[in-house]
């Protein structure tokens, strides 16, 4: 305990080394904009200022993923072609259409794992939880790569530019019905979305502006040959709508400006992503301030992200580790911190599902709830239990390699003999981890943990460790 | 609700006390709640097949009036429900016929949203109703957990502050796991707080549960039947506990309904057929109320894939010891649709409403925002 004492005392802001921001700001700056940073992350930013770790941060976001993505991203089944199927092929179809979307998600989880830039997954993974789309529905895991792939693009640019491309991604045009949206039977699904969830939230506008966009939004269709957007000028609804006051010929493009020209627009989105970044009760003023300056930008989100970042509120001690880690931060954060080895992400785009964050299937259009949401009885022992695991990887080996185990393994099911080959092939050195910190033990509490334990951990080497990764605190961002 | 009926429930409270709120038995009796996931298609379940508007609607995947378990001259329990029959000639299960609430909503999860937290159509409320109800008027200290989910991890009713609950699949695996809680330190801010409850709840239900009951019944095959014998174990456990949910998923038929109902609704039967039984051996058949709920009944007219897309009110049942068995509600008004859905004729809350009052004599209308009837189906 009075290990744990001392090395808080250190870090408390007065404390902290001359011109930097010292290990203790930088830890939340990274931990906060991305997954659980290391040592030697913290090393390099604590020597910066708030806000030159900021800038930093900001100018190495944005752009494609590094992890190479499956070979099948750029296939396009013609949806014509699966109805004069047979039920044999169907079944097959249907299948492979299934083992590419768990690919899908290994891939996307290996890249959050191994990205330079992890502030750009979080972006990514947050606009995925805003413009909303799902497997469950899309049901083609090459139009959700598509998305995610739309998404990391505009992740940091321009909002209004976002809003325009995501509105006519393919993905979304299936997940909100746009098929079914034409002239003289509309189809409300998008429109009622688009206001309520995608920018200005519920009651800044009425049921009629809904039904006047949804005519405006007809027309906006998928090619079936490229699986690409177009828009069908038969089916638009040439008439004159009035949306939020403004009236005319108008189509989808007029509709999305008319609700970005709202102030309601950058202040949801600056609330959310306060939500996202800063504590779970926004505070007004300072929403108004980041609201302010990303309608001031034209919708830039690094300057939203700055001004957010650079608030009072984002260093207030009262908002350190007063937000939930979502599965996604807890496995990705867990797996990068610890540098653990994997080859078939398999198990881990499982324990994702268990925990309650299915990524590329959100539970509805709404995303996922987050916070306090995150946490119940089963999802917390779940959570506990591969924090347990994740450390006895050599032990699962072993185990893995005795004659009566490997008999069993071989009368497995392919799927179930995969999973387990998967965890048998999980790669972590306690040795490598531990060495940055040689001379430093004081620095390991630091690191893992948000605040000051809950508890009071304790134990040598790598029980200390688990002891306060078994900590509540460690749930905490 | 109404100035009149208003008046006539606060007569009713003032004049008997006792009906609205004094039960000694309280929490001692158990509620088992079993969601029918996806929505469960009343009409196939509860049959009117005298109703000539029934065979109709419903060309295909309507039942003939040879195959229903007739229960009167117009109403019949779909054929798969016949491990129901003991209890229905034994006067123990009550059926109730077109619950549902105003203004419907169809999306599942909106409308499981609105039945878990007891809502209106248009009310956000963030608490289920059962937290709500434990938080209002707390479950003894001593008692295991408040409530269990079993099967899965959503907590439905049971979800929010206020009550204290767990999600299991497996006691045994509960108690290994539950090894890896950590309640230990102050909150200091609300997501700690919340943490460190539920690390607390699922400390305290290993500490005192012991669902190591094992029964002369045979339970059916498959998660719903581990999950009844769970429900069973969790039932016979000493240190108490006051609610269960239990749910079965699969209801949402839009294609091929006729197999897929008959095998769900086998499924509930034989399970809640075993659940007596295994009540009756550990003696708390008499001290147990079963109910079943789901976020809506199906379109009264079928689709064109041999299916039934979603709809509104549909039949639920009660079951226990002490329910007054029979028919309760309206049989469904298939010549008086709503936009090509069934009008409710009893508010859902009723339900709940039955639960607290009549069940475990706790007062009802602030659980459930407002006044809704309890329903006389339970026996002194």
Known sequence: MLKLIVAFAVLLPGAAAAQGMGAADARHLLNRTGFDARLEEIDVFARFSRREGVERLLAGAGGAARTPAPGWVKEWSDPRRYRQMDAESRRLFVREQVERGLELKGWWLAEMVGTDSPLTERMTLFWHNHFTSGLQKVRSPALMYRQNVLLRRHALGNFAELLHAASKDPAMLVYLDAATNRRGQPNENFAREVMELFTLGEGKYGEGDIREAARAFTGWSIDPATGEYVFRRGLHDEAEKTVLGRSGSLRGEDVLDILLAQPAAAEFVAAKLWREFVSPQPEPDGVARVATVFRASGYDIRSALRALLMTEAFWAQENRAALIKSPVELVAGTLRQFEIGFGDPLPFVLLLRTLGQDILSPPNVKGWPGGEAWINSTTLLARKQFLDRVFRVEETRMAMQRPAAREKMAALKPDARRFMQALADLQFSARDWQRPFEGREAMVPVVLLAAAPAGSPSGEGMDYVRALLADPVYQLK | ?380
């Open chain 2, 1 to 380: 609700m109404e100035r009149r009926d208003f008046l006539a429930a606060s007569v009713a409270a003032i004049v008997l006390p006792g009906v609205a709120l004094a039960n000694p038995a309280g929490y001692r009796r158990l509620l088992v709640l079993v969601e029918l996931k996806g929505g469960n298609d009343g009409l196939n379940t509860v049959v009117p097949y005298a109703d000539d508007a029934y065979h109709r609607l419903r060309p295909r995947i309507a039942l003939r009036p040879d195959e229903v378990l007739q229960l009167d001259r117009r109403t019949g329990l779909h054929p798969a429900l016949k491990p129901l029959m003991p209890l229905w000639e034994a006067r123990e299960l009550a059926i109730v016929q077109g619950v549902g609430y105003p203004v419907p909503n169809l999306s599942h999860f909106r409308s499981i949203e609105i039945w878990d937290t007891a809502s209106n159509s248009d009310q956000y409320l963030m608490q289920g109703w059962l937290a709500r109800a434990f938080a209002g008027r707390p479950v003894p200290a001593q008692f295991a957990t408040d409530g269990i989910a079993v099967g899965g991890s959503d907590m439905g009713p049971l979800a929010g502050s206020g009550a204290r609950a767990i999600a299991l699949t497996d006691p045994a695996a509960f108690l290994r796991q539950a090894k890896l809680a950590n309640p230990v330190g102050n909150a200091r801010n609300s997501a700690l707080s919340h943490i460190l409850k539920v690390e607390a709840d699922i400390a305290q239900a290993a500490s005192r549960l012991d669902a190591g009951t094992q029964f002369r019944t045979e339970f059916p095959r498959g998660p719903f039947g581990n999950a009844v014998r769970v429900a069973a174990q969790l039932a016979a456990n000493p240190a108490g506990v006051a609610a269960i949910r239990l749910s079965l998923g699969g209801f949402d038929t839009h294609q091929n309904q006729p197999n897929v109902h008959q095998r769900l609704l086998g499924e509930l039967a034989e399970g809640l057929a075993a659940l007596k039984a295994a009540l009756l051996e550990a003696d708390r058949w008499d001290s147990t109320l079963v109910m079943t709920y789901a976020e809506f009944g199906r379109r009264p007219q079928e689709n064109n894939s041999n299916g039934t897309d979603h709809g509104t009110a549909a039949a639920h049942f009660i079951a226990g010891g002490r329910v007054k068995g029979g028919l309760y509600g309206e049989a469904p008004h298939l010549a008086d649709l709503d936009g090509g859905n069934l009008r409710h004729a009893v508010d859902f809350r009723s339900l709940y409403a039955t639960a607290l009052e009549r069940w475990w004599g706790v007062p009802g209308a602030k659980v459930l925002n407002g006044r809704f009837a309890p329903l006389d189906v339970l026996r002194a």
